[in-house]
């Protein structure tokens, strides 16, 4: 058996504009996203049976439903391969938490896949088959700090890829992205703010903080869930230099240039029984991260 362990990294929104509905029910977009240093981790085997998923996380779908299942089933479809697929997901981000976690899992999938049956799939293919998965699967393919457009399939590096470190806050519940769209159809702007992020970035450097982050979603989000706007009130009073929700949420992000200040910070929040968690920016040169199971795996590679 051929086996592969891969870090499937968490992702969060450095901005966020919902543009109009598109014809296929999805609305386009214009952001910018950034792998961080949160992951998931996907053991991934090959056998000679069908396609089997498993998850320490009673809570995340295994069937046919699991972006993971989906990945794997689209990859094997299009290249015609007759293997039977095993995938272990340990669920270390929290789901519906608007960090990318179910879309980054499938794009290693995707990735592991590719390595593990030697097909020297491009990016470009494997994008192609990584959009009908999810709007925000073809990102995590390369990962890094991009400007995505579209209803996701526009992807622009953004170089050099700026550096950030991190407090990310899960408030214990989730938020639909379907439901979340639905909620914010009517507060479509025309106001063009988003476009400008490609060069708000100087040598890594961000030249407006507060153009950066703005997000559609937290005009709507924020009056739904109290909890939220007590979250990101002390994140700003204790400290970050920029606060915002990732996606549609749940999740708030701080970004902190002075590590005690941050260290402070996720004491109290940790305290008030917050899942919290520091971070910071990862480069799509560190994607993947994987490794094979044994000696003879790492030769075989």
Same mark, same amino acid.
């Given at each position: 058996?051929?086996?592969?362990?891969?870090?499937?990294?968490?992702?969060?929104?450095?901005?966020?504009?919902?543009?109009?509905?598109?014809?296929?029910?999805?609305?386009?977009?214009?952001?910018?996203?950034?792998?961080?240093?949160?992951?998931?981790?996907?053991?991934?085997?090959?056998?000679?049976?069908?396609?089997?998923?498993?998850?320490?996380?009673?809570?995340?779908?295994?069937?046919?439903?699991?972006?993971?299942?989906?990945?794997?089933?689209?990859?094997?479809?299009?290249?015609?391969?007759?293997?039977?697929?095993?995938?272990?997901?340990?669920? @270390?981000?929290?789901?519906?938490?608007?960090?990318?976690?179910?879309?980054?899992?499938?794009?290693?999938?995707?990735?592991?896949?590719?390595?593990?049956?030697?097909?020297?799939?491009?990016?470009?293919?494997?994008?192609?088959?990584?959009?009908?998965?999810?709007?925000?699967?073809?990102?995590?393919?390369?990962?890094?700090?991009?400007?995505?457009?579209?209803?996701?399939?526009?992807?622009?590096?953004?170089?050099?890829?700026?550096?950030?470190?991190?407090? /990310?806050?899960?408030?214990?519940?989730?938020?639909?992205?379907?439901?979340?769209?639905?909620?914010?159809?009517?507060?479509?702007?025309?106001?063009?703010?988003?476009?400008?992020? @490609?060069?708000?970035?100087?040598?890594? /450097?961000?030249?407006?903080?507060?153009?950066?982050?703005?997000?559609?979603?937290?005009?709507?989000?924020?009056?739904?869930?109290?909890?939220?706007?007590?979250?990101?009130?002390?994140?700003?009073?204790?400290?970050?230099?920029? /606060?915002?929700?990732?996606?549609?949420?749940?999740?708030?992000?701080?970004?902190?240039?002075?590590?005690?200040?941050?260290?402070?910070?996720?004491?109290?929040?940790?305290?008030?029984?917050?899942?919290?968690?520091?971070?910071?920016?990862?480069?799509?040169?560190?994607?993947?991260?994987?490794?094979?199971?044994?000696?003879?795996?790492?030769?075989?590679?």
């Amino acid at each position: 058996m051929k086996s592969i362990r891969i870090k499937a990294f968490a992702k969060v929104n450095l901005g966020l504009r919902v543009l109009e509905k598109r014809k296929d029910g999805y609305h386009n977009i214009e952001t910018v996203l950034q792998t961080i240093s949160l992951f998931d981790q996907l053991d991934i085997s090959l056998d000679n049976q069908s396609i089997v998923i498993t998850a320490d996380n009673p809570e995340l779908a295994v069937d046919e439903t699991n972006l993971c299942y989906k990945a794997t089933k689209i990859l094997l479809e299009r290249t015609g391969q007759k293997r039977g697929v095993t995938i272990h997901i340990k669920k @270390n981000l929290p789901i519906g938490a608007g960090l990318g976690g179910g879309s980054s899992d499938a794009a290693s999938v995707l990735t592991g896949l590719n390595l593990l049956l030697s097909l020297r799939l491009s990016t470009e293919e494997m994008r192609s088959m990584a959009l009908p998965i999810g709007s925000d699967v073809p990102f995590f393919i390369d990962g890094g700090t991009a400007f995505v457009s579209g209803r996701g399939e526009r992807i622009e590096p953004i170089i050099p890829e700026p550096f950030y470190n991190y407090l /990310v806050v899960f408030p214990g519940f989730s938020i639909d992205t379907k439901w979340a769209y639905e909620k914010i159809k009517f507060l479509t702007k025309s106001k063009n703010y988003i476009k400008v992020l @490609n060069y708000n970035f100087d040598a890594g /450097v961000v030249k407006n903080g507060k153009m950066l982050i703005k997000n559609d979603f937290e005009e709507v989000m924020l009056k739904e869930y109290s909890e939220l706007k007590i979250i990101r009130r002390l994140l700003i009073l204790n400290g970050a230099a920029s /606060v915002s929700l990732s996606g549609s949420g749940s999740s708030v992000y701080g970004i902190f240039d002075d590590k005690k200040k941050m260290d402070n910070t996720l004491t109290k929040l940790a305290e008030k029984g917050y899942w919290v968690k520091e971070a910071f920016s990862i480069k799509s040169s560190e994607i993947p991260q994987f490794s094979f199971k044994s000696k003879e795996e790492r030769e075989w590679k």
